[in-house]
């Protein structure tokens, strides 16, 4: 199982923008990441729409739109570095776009670009049953989600059955929102383990090597996202000075984790 | 509650759910057991019923509206939802979520808000009961509907511009969403129409339903018979299924829902959800949803502010695909055409948004016997509109009247 090698030791998850500031990039940046040590590829694929995500994440799928970038064209550009790649991807999409494109179609044309996992931050335990079984049928995982005000009850829905490992978010917030994250982390961390043996990927807010460092003992992974995101936005006109800052970025993450 | 066809909670046939970040699940469900607790509780009820009657002035009458009527040719009855407190039949649903928060020990009020009808409600609301209100807003909206920015202000209420995508009520919701998420401890989102995850769609709707079960017995009062037809304007479509819910039963009344066909439905740039959308997933819901071929949501149009929306509330997509409603489009022209007529004929100045349902009269009556009659909501008053309507079509439109036969 990919994500069995991915979680052996601490692991790193990295979330790009898809198409932020044009696919040919994010197939680089996937590359480099992957070089720098990343343990899981995360792919966003833009969305009008983003009620998960802080103003970071938001701009970037706004200008990833305006550059028409589409679910498909981030699945052909994800088969296009299928060979290049280590480490599992995993599509992060809101549901509207996976619906728009079919779950079924969706599911092959994912098998097809070597992805192993699908996030959907709108689509909690209890919806998600249709997409799920399209995936399941393709051997890839719709990764579950809980959050620090998930009740017991719904902690132990998640945790049942749950597969490859379950994504963490670290606040009541949106995406890029760091000093939200409260010293309760730990104590939530145990509740979703009791629910669960699959490894606890933390994310949301975790912007650079210092808040790792804080995070990374009570984890089995962190995920970085906006911080990442920006660092590709600043340096856009540059291919080769955006690669070398996604690369030193990475892996000072990666050494906190080591 | 909420689960018509297949008995799922909070689904309409196959609309409605629960399409929310995790996040969401605990606040959705800590609302639906306090809506489950209040929504039938004597206490609650009694102190609702005496807030709409104190502080709101309803009931609202029924009005026939005569001079129009001989135009048409049909008897044409008005619901005043107009003469509410804060102009619109919004307070309806503003004081049920206010209280409701005020019982679940809330602080803070966090809503969305489009043509501001919603947000003056809310803050009124919450300025009677002495709770904080922020309130987002398009800047769009915050430009067209400065009139009602500023009422909100007065009301103590804090009106954030909301700059992202279409800069209207789909962004003010996402920007809602967010802040309701990053404080759901603290504070309650008092979301304005039948539109967002379960149990909005429900809940709005019942605080809503006044509308219909008081016309309903009016004209049974009046008439001794129910009407022909219900008609309504439909963005999200909460004053739509506050007068519909009462007649649904009543199967020998037709009932039409109006959508905003805005600069015309083959122009793109219109608000007509169900007659051109697809189902999808919006705000929390599945329901019908204006959207591209990648699922891309796409940005409405309306000159009505109110009706200015991509998504529409679930249980009319149930209504759509069962057919119980018949939902129909008028554009922004003959809207404005109604605003002018029934200003002239009645002497009352009807919201766009209430217009856009009035105009949809003149070609529904054609296809009823003479002596029919036809019940109109007549969701708010149009003082807000006049700045719009006088910059229509490059003005000058508040003497256009001329016209209109």
């Keep these: 199982m990919a994500f069995t090698q991915a979680f052996q030791n601490k692991a790193l998850l990295t979330y790009i923008c898809a198409g932020d500031p044009d696919l040919g990039a994010t197939a680089d940046v996937l590359c480099a990441l992957d070089d720098a040590g990343a343990d899981v590829l995360e792919v966003g694929v833009p969305f009008s729409d983003p009620v998960a995500d802080g103003p970071v994440i938001q701009e970037a799928s706004t200008r990833a739109l305006a550059r028409k970038t589409s679910l498909g064209g981030v699945l052909e550009m994800l088969h296009s570095v299928k060979g290049a790649l280590r480490a599992p991807r995993v599509i992060m999409s809101y549901v509207n776009p996976l619906a728009a494109y079919g779950f079924d179609r969706f599911a092959r044309d994912a098998r097809e670009g070597g992805v192993s996992g699908v996030l959907v931050p709108d689509l909690p335990r209890g919806e998600g049953a249709p997409l799920e079984r399209a995936l399941s049928e393709k051997g890839i995982i719709l990764v579950r989600m809980v959050s620090p005000n998930s009740s017991d009850r719904r902690l132990a829905a998640v945790g049942e059955g749950a597969e490859g490992f379950i994504y963490c978010v670290s606040l009541l917030g949106v995406t890029g929102e760091g000093a939200r994250i409260r010293d309760t982390v730990p104590t939530y961390l145990g509740r979703v383990r009791r629910h669960t043996r699959v490894p606890l990927a933390l994310g949301f807010g975790i912007d650079g090597p210092e808040r790792a460092r804080a995070l990374a003992p009570h984890a089995d992974g962190l995920v970085v996202g906006s911080a990442l995101v920006s660092r590709i936005h600043d340096h856009r006109g540059n291919r080769g000075a955006m690669l070398r800052e996604v690369k030193t970025f990475a892996a000072s993450m990666k050494e906190v984790l080591r | ?405």
């Design chain 2, 1 to 405: 509650m909420g689960d018509r066809g297949t008995g799922r909670r909070g689904y309409f046939g196959s609309f409605g759910g629960q399409f929310v970040p995790e996040t969401l699940m605990g606040p959705l469900e800590e609302l639906e057991r306090a809506f489950d607790r209040y929504g039938n509780d004597g206490d609650f009820r009694r102190d609702l019923g005496d807030l709409l009657r104190d502080f709101s002035g309803r009931p609202t009458p029924i009005y026939e509206a005569h001079r129009l009527s001989a135009q048409r040719g049909v008897r044409v009855f008005l619901k005043r939802e107009d003469l509410n407190h804060t102009g619109a039949h919004k307070i309806n649903n503003a004081l049920g979520q206010v209280l409701l928060a005020s019982r679940m020990g809330k602080r803070r009020i966090v809503a969305e808000t489009g043509a501001g009808q919603h947000g003056v409600a809310v803050a009124t609301a919450a300025a009677r009961f002495g709770i904080a209100c922020t309130v987002y807003m398009g800047e769009e909206d915050v430009r067209r509907q400065a009139p009602n920015v500023e009422r909100m202000a007065l009301l103590g209420a804090e009106v954030v511009p909301v700059r992202a995508g279409s800069r209207t009520l789909k962004d003010a919701v996402n920007e809602a969403m967010r802040d309701w998420v990053a404080n759901v401890e603290t504070s309650f989102f008092a979301l304005g129409s039948v539109t967002g995850p379960h149990p909005y769609p429900t809940m709005v709707r019942d605080f809503q339903r006044v509308i219909g079960d008081e016309a309903r017995a009016q004209i049974l009062d009046h008439l001794g018979r129910l009407p022909d037809a219900v008609v309504a304007c439909v963005g999200g479509g909460s004053n739509a299924l506050g007068i519909f819910s009462a007649f649904v039963a009543d199967e020998g009344v037709r009932l039409v829902g109006v959508e905003a066909a805005g600069e015309g439905l083959g122009t793109g740039r219109h608000a007509a959800t169900l007659t051109r959308g697809k189902p999808g997933y919006l705000h929390g819901a599945f329901s019908y949803v204006l959207q591209d071929d990648d699922g891309q949501i796409l940005e409405a149009h309306s000159l009505s502010a109110g009706l200015d929306y991509p998504g529409v509330g679930p249980e009319h997509s149930f209504f759509r695909d069962s057919g119980r409603v018949t939902y129909a489009t008028v554009d922004d022209d003959e809207a404005v055409a109604a605003f002018h007529e029934l200003s002239r004929l009645e002497g009352i100045i009807p919201a766009l948004e209430s217009a856009h349902a009035v105009a949809f009269v003149r070609r529904l009556a054609p296809e009823l016997a003479p002596g029919s009659v036809v019940l109109v909501n007549l969701s708010g008053r149009g003082d807000k509109d006049m700045y719009s309507v006088a910059a229509f079509r490059g003005g000058p439109g508040l003497r256009r009247g001329a016209d209109l036969s």
